[in-house]
């Protein structure tokens, strides 16, 4: 049977795409030296434009035919559970609103020994972002805090606020409201129990040994006793459901709806929101998840004409060569989404990215939906997690810079220890750890 070795042609638009995305935000970053350069790039437009250069190939096809590729595309079950998901998360996210993780913050700091403080920050983070779903929104919330503990006790800034960025990132990838989360499994097409389990086997150990490191660089510094606001814990009540809910294996649907309606009612009842901020709040959060809904819908349409054209069978006769066996195969996967989030500093448009391709490899390789979901969910956080011009790292440095200090990027890499630890513990897991059969869900 002769081997189908696909149109190498057919991946300019990717090409396209990080050469205008990544090219750009360059300049605005580093030569017009715009802050958050990267985040001013309007990515949609950049998209269309890679479509537009797809659509002038494969000269066999009318443009009608082309549309039918994209629309097919697009109508994927996949991309519609993925873009509904997306939206009723960020209802939910509007609804109980930042003060109920400030209250997770403050309660965690309230009962815990000052001298742990660095070690609290991390996981304090690990816990908002967890609830959350979000690292950057996390970032927002606790780097300010992060700063107060650095100038109260005296523990150096880059490493409270790499602590802080470390954990946010422990629950981007863990979330079951997470857009990387959501993105990987529907993608795939496995359950989020079934990804969350795979993936908190590989982020525990990675976590421990961050706290472990941190303990060992922040130990034996004597430090005042840090101010504590109020806080209300009846507001966490909504994020506990969600995360019980996900855990245990609830409709991802229903569990939003669970937490939705909890945290309305907690909301009303404490006074910290009337009906009509409430609704302000919804359409708030719907808004921050729009653009990523209508990134989802562009990526499978232009999916669906690279593959079309022939792009994604290269990208696998490509991979046939290098990754030889299972194992290095799952290591090209988590290149693959890593190259991808390199190239866009986002890691919920790598993962979009890579899911075709990613599906593809899983089933030359025999590896389990579950497994590929939380290697892409995994190697994007790691990546995203460290590059100097993430999202994470530039609401960091501009949360500092806001309350008068000054870090740079380059301070914070070297004290990153859980991005770092989560590579190693991913590598370990790929090349060390028996894969199990694959199950019934899996598939």
């Not at 189908?4 to 205008?20: C, D, R, T």
């Not at 499994?185 to 993936?199: D, H, I, L, R, Y």
């Not at 939906?369 to 999202?391: R, V």
Request: aromatic share 8%; glycine share 10%; hydrophobic share 55%.
């Amino acid at each position: 049977m002769k081997e189908n070795k696909g149109n190498p042609l057919a991946l300019i638009p990717i090409g396209v795409f990080l050469v205008l995305y990544l090219g750009t935000g360059i300049v605005f970053e580093y030569v017009l030296k715009i802050e958050m350069g990267f985040y001013n790039i309007p990515i949609l437009a950049v998209f269309l434009i890679a479509i537009l250069v797809a659509c002038f190939q494969n000269k066999k096809l009318n443009f009608d035919k082309k549309l039918d590729i994209m629309a097919k595309g697009v109508g994927d079950k996949n991309i519609i559970t993925m873009i509904l998901i997306f939206l009723v998360a960020g209802v939910f996210v509007g609804v109980v609103g930042r003060s109920s993780a400030e209250s997770v913050a403050y309660f965690l700091l309230s009962v815990i020994p000052p001298q742990f403080a660095v070690v609290v920050l991390f996981i304090v983070s690990c816990f908002v972002s967890t609830a959350m779903g979000t690292s950057v929104g996390t970032i927002t919330l606790i780097a300010p805090i992060g700063y107060a503990v650095s100038m109260a006790s005296g523990y150096s800034l880059p490493l409270c606020i790499a602590s802080v960025m470390g954990g946010a990132m422990f629950g981007d990838n863990l979330s079951f409201i997470s857009d990387t989360t959501i993105a990987a499994c529907n993608g795939q097409g496995c359950p989020m129990k079934t990804k969350f389990k795979e993936n908190f086997f590989i982020a525990l150990p990675a976590a421990i040994f961050a706290i472990v490191v941190i303990l060992l660089v922040s130990g034996g510094e004597n430090i005042s006793q840090i101010e504590i606001k109020s806080y209300d814990l009846v507001q966490i009540i909504p994020y506990i459901l969600v995360l019980i809910g996900g855990i245990i294996g609830i409709n991802v649907f229903i569990v939003l709806i669970i937490g939705i309606l909890s945290g309305a009612v907690i909301m009303l009842a404490t006074g910290s929101a009337t009906a009509v901020s409430l609704i302000s709040n919804i359409g708030g959060g719907m808004s921050g998840m729009l653009e990523t809904a209508v990134v989802a819908v562009l990526v499978a349409a232009l999916g669906a004409l690279i593959k079309e054209n022939g792009g994604f069978d290269s990208l696998l006769h490509l991979a046939g060569r290098l990754f030889k066996t299972k194992k290095t195969g799952q290591l090209g996967i988590g290149l693959l989404v890593g190259v991808m989030d390199i190239a866009t500093a986002n890691n919920t448009v790598a993962i979009i990215m890579a899911n075709p391709i990613a599906k593809k490899m899983s089933e030359n390789y025999s590896i389990r939906a579950g497994k590929t979901a939380s290697i892409l969910d995994t190697f994007s956080c790691i990546f995203q997690g460290i590059i100097p011009y993430g999202a994470q790292m530039l609401v960091a440095i501009s949360a500092v810079s806001e309350l008068g200090g000054s870090i740079t990027a380059f301070d914070v890499i070297p004290m990153l220890f859980y991005p770092m630890a989560l590579l190693l513990s991913s590598l370990i897991f790929i090349f060390f750890i028996p894969d199990g059969k694959i199950r019934k869900e899996d598939k």
